[in-house]
């Protein structure tokens, strides 16, 4: 974590300083359109400014997808947790079980397998990572076997309790054969995808 925060603040200030020899203004806030071509920024440290621009781009990133309120799986990132919160855990947890076989779940799940998780992966369909070629698919799978990971393919999550530090309960069913079952575990890694962060624009 330490290493994390170091390489993060360096990457930054290193941008802020790129800012600085380039000439560009960098305002901190969170910005919104007043018009096609003004934005207002909120600033964080009190006010608001108003920046006019012909063009304007939007790069607002991304943020991960939620389990409907309903699943009881929403994030808390510390229990239940986006790739975000699985960056900042506290502890290695002793089980963690990743719902979605996509490349950000499968990327943390083997590096908290390495750590020495035992780790398992929730994925609706017959294999990980469905929009790559088949072969190249069940190679990669076979790779994160041989590191420890577990997988549940055709398994579709319902819905879950967390207990916080008693633990995450989740229970699943077969996608094909509806068979119902459960899994517990300390920490739930849900990635599910993501979608454009412009809440607010």
């Not at 960056?87 to 002793?94: D, E, T």
Request: glycine letters at 12%.
């Amino acid at each position: 974590m330490k290493g994390k925060e170091k390489a993060v603040t360096g990457l930054t200030s290193g941008i802020e300083y790129l800012f600085k020899k380039n000439n560009v203004d960098y305002v901190k806030g969170w910005g919104k359109f007043a018009s096609p071509s003004e934005v207002e920024v909120d600033l964080t440290a009190g006010g608001t400014e108003t920046i006019s621009a012909k063009n304007i781009v939007i790069a607002t990133g991304s943020e991960p997808n939620e389990l409907p309120a309903a699943s009881g799986l929403q994030f808390d990132e510390e229990f239940v947790v986006s790739s975000t919160g699985a960056l900042s855990l506290k502890a290695i947890p002793k089980k963690m079980v990743v719902i979605g076989g996509g490349v950000i779940g499968l990327e943390l799940g083997s590096v908290y397998a390495r750590l020495g998780s035992e780790v398992h992966v929730i994925q609706h369909t017959d294999r990980i990572c469905p929009f790559l070629d088949v072969e190249v698919g069940k190679a990669f799978q076979n790779c994160l076997k041989k590191q420890g990971l577990k997988f549940h393919l055709n398994t579709k999550v319902v819905n879950g309790v967390n207990s916080k530090e008693k633990g995450v309960k989740i229970n699943l069913e077969g996608s094909k054969d509806g068979v119902k079952s459960e899994i517990d575990c300390d920490v739930c890694l849900v990635s599910i995808g993501r979608h454009a962060f412009t809440e607010g624009l």
